[in-house]
């Protein structure tokens, strides 16, 4: 036992703060839900995006503003009910049956610290592709009126809530169970090495248990990091961009390219992950991270409530994209998509099969742990070249958008160039125009953030790792994400 109890120490030694230590993560666990509010009200189909009030800092009346956001009429109270909580809960209750009766993979897990592995349960994607065939079913038998588009679009924000505070309760949970996790564990439970500061708020947003699970009445374990992560929130990002798309429909009697477009190049990103379940053994979030807050909101909140946002914009202000714009943004896609996966395809082909004469020309530098890093092909290029197609991905998210921005006008205003609603209402870009681009572009952006701090932790964790031939390696390989800029 003395060797595991070892072990155990040095999987949750702190190794230092991180996201801007308990100041910046209790900014981030408290500050992003109100962000996610701030996207909902300032981009909404009552008045416009952004509301026409917010455009006019100098003459801005709360009064005003609530009328224009559709803020609830009994306030704070109305952005939660139990109803859509109670279905949002039986949506959750619906994938985890689906995770014990489909058929699953049983897959080993990577070595842990301790020395064991832990066996996870995949099916991810037939759970998926199973619920979106019942909601195929539906669409062809009722259309855009399908109970589970209407309701969705209906109850937006107060599912938002719902899933907030599934995603603070699941947290909290997590965090008080953590203080059980005892050294030499017969079931491989450890702390995670960046969870352990001991101090609070941090400890609660970065996660202090490394892989936590449940073991719930007739489901079974859950592996509750690995099973978030992939099923509740990345399907939701699908069923919301479907909604919209309904939405669209009843709003306008049409649906336009580019919602379509949208919502079938997300839908496929989503199923591609989730196809490839076993591929998440080996990321960071699985290998080094806790399950906290972090992964929590994230996972169930700020990846489909977020990432849906384009799909919302156009739900209420259609863009027609053409032959050509398609075209054009559907090239940028395949450059993203084939820079990623060339990238990750040739740098798996040489870690399993160094001689394959597919990779057999690849330079590379041995280090002292046994390890080769290339320094040629692709990897050659820039030390994290695969993120640079990973964001070039992300722009056609945006751009069919366009220049966004709308107002809202009431029915019979015959503004030049207006497109019209079935109730009459017409909406046009106006004085809006470019600055609905703070919601619809927020993902590139943010994207961007996310890869650059991706890659300062990879850096920080080889640096740490090879020592002297990790500088070695970057002195050859000197771009990190961007070659030539940076």
């Known amino acids: 036992m003395a060797p595991k109890s070892k072990k155990q120490d040095v999987a949750h030694s702190f190794h230092g703060y991180e996201f801007g230590g308990p100041f910046g993560t209790a900014g981030i666990t408290f500050g992003l839900p109100i962000l996610c509010y701030v996207f909902t009200f300032a981009c909404n189909d009552v008045s416009g995006c952004p509301a026409p009030s917010l455009l006019s800092p100098k003459t801005l009346s709360i009064e005003q503003l609530k009328t224009e956001v559709g803020w609830p009429e009994d306030g704070i109270w109305g952005l939660a009910s139990w109803k859509a909580t109670g279905w949002t809960v039986a949506y959750?209750?619906?994938?985890?049956?689906?995770?014990?009766?489909?058929?699953?993979?049983?897959?080993?897990?990577?070595?842990?610290?301790?020395?064991?592995?832990?066996?996870?349960?995949?099916?991810?994607?037939?759970s998926a592709m199973f619920t979106l065939a019942l909601c195929l079913a539906g669409t062809i038998a009722q259309g855009a009126e399908f109970p589970v588009w209407t309701f969705i679009a209906d109850n937006y924000v107060q599912i938002l809530t719902a899933n907030?505070?599934?995603?603070?309760?699941?947290?909290?949970?997590?965090?008080?169970?953590?203080?059980?996790?005892?050294?030499?564990?017969?079931?491989?439970?450890?702390?995670?090495?960046?969870?352990?500061?001991?101090?609070?708020?941090?400890?609660?947003?970065?996660?202090?248990?490394?892989?936590?699970?449940?073991?719930?009445?007739?489901?079974?374990?859950?592996?509750?990091?690995?099973w978030m992560e992939l099923r509740p929130g990345m399907l939701g990002w699908i069923l919301l961009n479907c909604a919209f798309v309904a939405k669209q429909y009843r709003t306008f009697g049409f649906v336009s390219d580019s919602i379509v477009f949208i919502s079938i190049v997300q839908a496929v990103y989503v199923l591609d992950g989730v196809f490839m379940e076993p591929a998440i053994l080996t990321t960071i979030d699985i290998i080094n991270d806790g399950f906290g807050f972090m992964l929590s909101f994230g996972d169930l909140v700020w990846v489909p409530f977020v990432y849906s946002q384009q799909t919302r914009y156009l739900s209420t202000h259609p863009v027609i994209l053409g032959w050509l714009g398609t075209t054009a943004v559907s090239v940028i896609l395949i450059t993203g998509f084939s820079v990623f996966r060339l990238s990750n395809s040739q740098k798996n082909t040489f870690r399993t099969n160094p001689n394959d004469p597919r990779v057999a020309h690849i330079t590379y530098i041995e280090t002292k742990t046994g390890s080769r890093l290339m320094t040629s092909g692709w990897w050659g290029i820039a030390r994290h070249i695969n993120y640079l197609g990973d964001w070039l991905q992300s722009w056609p998210y945006a751009l069919p958008t366009g220049f966004a921005g709308y107002v809202i006008l009431s029915a019979g205003t015959n503004a030049e160039g207006a497109v019209k609603m079935l109730d009459g209402r017409e909406v046009v870009q106006g004085p809006a125009k470019y600055w609905g681009m703070v919601f619809t572009y927020f993902y590139i952006v943010y994207f961007a953030v996310l890869l650059v701090h991706r890659d300062s932790r990879d850096d920080e964790k080889c640096a740490k790792k090879y020592g002297e031939d990790w500088e070695k390696y970057k002195s050859i390989v000197k771009y990190k994400i961007v070659p030539g800029i940076y």
């Open 92 to 126: 959750y209750f619906f994938s985890a049956l689906l995770y014990r009766l489909l058929p699953a993979t049983e897959v080993d897990g990577t070595v842990l610290s301790s020395g064991g592995r832990l066996k996870y349960r995949f099916n991810a994607f037939s």
């Open 164 to 226: 907030i505070l599934i995603a603070y309760g699941l947290a909290t949970f997590v965090y008080v169970r953590s203080f059980s996790v005892k050294p030499g564990d017969p079931q491989h439970r450890l702390l995670a090495a960046g969870g352990c500061s001991g101090n609070l708020i941090y400890d609660f947003y970065m996660g202090r248990e490394l892989n936590p699970r449940i073991a719930i009445p007739f489901i079974g374990e859950i592996d509750i990091k690995e």
